[in-house]
């Protein structure tokens, strides 16, 4: 299974959240100059999309996040422990 990514206009509306259809799936939403902006979804109440940064940018562009169910389950890719890091003991 290959993820394709697929583009969409802003004119072009997510579909729903299955656990709350008021609003779009959570969706990368990128900006007029190319860049990624945020993590983004569609109020579908109030017919606007909105994002979870703070910066307020003009939106150009968005896609579906992509499923890594494929590469997390790769073995031959190296886990790293990122700057930190603690180990929970329970």
């Known amino acids: 299974m290959v993820n394709k990514i697929i583009f969409f206009p802003m004119a072009t509306k997510p579909v729903r959240d299955e656990s709350d259809p008021s609003f779009s799936k959570t969706v990368l939403i990128y900006g007029n100059e190319r860049n990624l902006v945020e993590l983004g979804y569609f109020d579908f109440e109030v017919d606007q999309w909105s994002h979870f940064g703070k910066n307020l940018f003009?939106?150009?562009?968005?896609?579906?996040?992509?499923?890594?169910?494929?590469?997390?389950?790769?073995?031959?890719?190296?886990?790293?422990?990122?700057?930190?890091?603690?180990?929970?003991?329970?």
């Open 58 to 90: 003009l939106l150009k562009c968005w896609c579906y996040i992509p499923n890594p169910a494929m590469y997390i389950n790769t073995k031959d890719w190296e886990v790293i422990t990122p700057k930190g890091y603690k180990k929970l003991f329970f």
